[in-house]
DNA sequence: GCCGTAAGAGACGCAACGTCTCCTAAGGAG
DNA sequence: CTCCTTAGGAGACGTTGCGTCTCTTACGGC
């Protein structure tokens, strides 16, 4: 076989070595993911690895970028706001369906610094699906508190790390039904 | 020194096995944590330990326990629900103070089966401020869909999981201000 | 075609794990 | 009071993974 003395480099490399983790990560689960067994997985040396992230939070996080490119920016435009929104968590729900609350865990424990951009992104996708809903007259008025806006995220995210279950659909139907619209709707 | 041959056992024993936890865990954060150095403070071996717990993460679950007893049970009734509420929340915001985010993330991450009742025990006290809130009249009904009921324990505990920094008072009152209590009323 | 950079490979020392073995104190049974 | 079972105290042991380091060698820009 040819490939054998072939010497991966640079990008090309890179993504490699992410999509090694991220096959290991599918493979052990995050807690027993170690560097050794994504360097092996990608045929190389820890060295390598280690040249590029820290530790195993940090090449995780660089391989579920990867991955899953980013949600946010999709405003979804379904026509109403209930639409909106839970399209919005749908799409929450989803990456969480592909990366597992274990690795979420993982993560939370040891990352120093979970990028809020990580964990944030839905509430600028939300601003913008409350804003439109207002222009429509649909509701009242856009000038929500902070924390009602923030709040189908919110549940959604607590659901997400404490019930180790994929989020249902029921799920964030409640979410939107019985919590969010009662508080915009007024 | 006439202690050194006095050797512990049962119970005794046990208590100081679980301060020494404790001990550790205030002096080094969960992460640090090692069934050695647990051992090395309470001055015994490992396998004292091992025959009581199997893992960190039950060994410190234990220690928590003992340390702040159950939080429930005891439902404050301060003659509104704000108040009552507020308490509750209260509660859960010092328990975490105690703890501290980075043990609940370990625990999260390692613990296979955190016990419900360690993450859920502030619903049934809840519940049964709402129900006397409903009997003095002061809202409408105490029958509230169940993810309204959890919401003010929900945002606590997303919040304690996600800030890393303690509560506020203000966010606490954020919580019941803007989220809980417009839903009730009506 | 030369040469600096980084890939590939693995040895190294270290920290904790969880298991094991050995000895001995404690304390109940008779 | 003595015997005997139980469990505490102590530490050795093999293993795993960490993060660092060293060495050789392929790659690819100049």
Redesign the interface.
């Known amino acids: 076989m040819p490939g054998e003395t072939t010497r991966r480099r640079g990008a090309a490399l890179e993504a490699d070595l992410l999509d090694a983790a991220w096959a290991e990560l599918e493979a052990v689960g995050y ?1 027993r993911l170690t560097m050794e067994g994504v360097a092996a997985r990608a045929r190389t040396g820890k060295q390598v690895l280690y040249r590029r992230w820290s530790n195993r939070a940090e090449l995780v996080i660089a391989a579920m970028r990867q991955r899953t490119g980013s949600i946010a920016d999709r405003v979804p435009d379904t026509g109403s706001l209930r639409g909106d929104v839970l399209e919005v968590l749908r799409a929450g729900a989803g990456r969480q369906r592909q990366i597992g609350p ?1 690795t979420l ?2 993560l ?3 990352a120093r610094d979970v990028d809020p951009s990580f ?1 944030g992104i839905m509430r600028g996708v939300l601003r913008t699906a409350v804003e439109r809903a207002a222009e429509r007259g649909e509701i009242p008025t856009a000038d929500l ?4 806006l923030t ?1 189908p995220a ?2 959604l ?2 659901e997400i ?2 019930s180790r279950e994929p989020v249902t659909e029921d799920t964030l139907e ?2 939107v039904d ?2 969010f619209l ?2 915009v709707h ?1």
Do not use: K, N, T
């Open positions: 807690a274990d865990h993982g939370l424990a040891e964990f508190p902070r924390r009602v709040l919110d549940l995210r607590h790390l404490l409640e979410i019985d919590v009662p508080l007024r």
